[in-house]
């Protein structure tokens, strides 16, 4: 039903979406929409993904506006519990998202726990992120970091293993942004907002 949806938005205009989103962050690119949607790979995201990433549970998983996680190649995104990615946050290489650990007593049950990470975030590649943790507006995640925590004020560079702060940003000197169009990956705000409505669990 999902994947009939999805059909239904954007078959009948993919060039349209290509040209309105082609100066976005994650563009939709005719080559990643045919691994997708021709070829099954990673079906059921309604945002573009590399074919080589992974993602599971897409009902508990809000991707923001220009935000595609999975996009770049490599990565592993978990949505056994809900992920909640903010507007214009961008995900690299080969990172996880992590949102359920197995139980150390009972390897069978799962300890769920959801993620957020905010607005105009940066992960950087080879990151994970875990279950429970929050990422405020504006958090840059270092390379090669394992977040085990929460940094849910936000404005700050985090890195290592386990991340900590390594430098404050300066809040006035943050741009905000938008694009002339804003898309949650393939589907334009309206069509988003019909489909979280009916299909998302978030």
Same mark, same amino acid.
């Given at each position: +039903?999902?994947?009939?949806?999805?059909?239904?938005?954007?078959?009948?205009?993919?060039?349209?979406?290509?040209l309105e989103?082609?100066?976005s962050?994650?563009?939709?690119?005719?080559?990643?929409?045919?691994?997708q949607?021709?070829?099954?790979?990673?079906?059921?995201?309604?945002? @573009?993904? $590399?074919?080589?990433?992974?993602?599971t549970?897409?009902?508990?998983?809000?991707?923001?506006?220009?935000? #595609?996680?999975g996009?770049? @190649?490599?990565?592993?995104?978990?949505?056994?519990?809900?992920?909640?990615?903010?507007?214009?946050?961008?995900?690299?290489?080969?990172?996880?998202?992590?949102?359920?650990? $197995?139980?150390?007593?009972?390897?069978?049950? $799962?300890?769920?726990?959801? &993620?957020?990470?905010?607005?105009?975030?940066?992960?950087? +590649?080879? #990151?994970?992120?875990?279950?429970g &943790?929050?990422?405020g507006d504006?958090?840059?995640?270092?390379?090669?970091? &394992?977040v085990?925590?929460?940094?849910?004020?936000?404005?700050c560079?985090?890195?290592?293993n386990?991340?900590?702060?390594?430098?404050?940003?300066?809040?006035?000197?943050?741009?905000?942004?938008?694009?002339?169009?804003?898309?949650h990956?393939?589907?334009?705000? $309206?069509?988003?907002?019909?489909?979280k409505?009916?299909?998302?669990? &978030?």
């Open positions: +039903m999902i994947s009939k949806l999805i059909k239904k938005f954007f078959f009948k205009d993919l060039s349209k979406r290509m989103t082609s100066y962050q994650t563009p939709v690119k005719f080559k990643m929409w045919f691994y949607r021709v070829l099954g790979f990673n079906k059921e995201a309604y945002w @573009p993904m $590399h074919f080589t990433s992974i993602v549970g897409v009902k508990n998983i809000y991707a923001g506006i220009d935000t #595609s996680p996009y770049m @190649p490599g990565c592993y995104i978990q949505g056994i519990g809900k992920i909640y990615i903010g507007d214009y946050s961008q995900i690299s290489s080969n990172v996880g998202i992590i949102t359920a650990n $197995h139980n150390i007593y009972d390897t069978r049950k $799962h300890e769920v726990k959801s &993620v957020i990470i905010g607005k105009y975030c940066w992960v950087g +590649m080879n #990151s994970m992120i875990l279950p &943790v929050e990422l504006f958090t840059i995640v270092g390379a090669g970091s &394992v085990t925590k929460s940094f849910s004020e936000g404005y560079i985090i890195a290592g386990p991340a900590k702060v390594i430098k404050k940003i300066d809040k006035e000197k943050c741009k905000p942004f938008k694009n002339n169009y804003e898309y990956g393939y589907l334009n705000t $309206h069509e988003f907002n019909e489909y409505d009916k299909y998302l669990n &978030v």
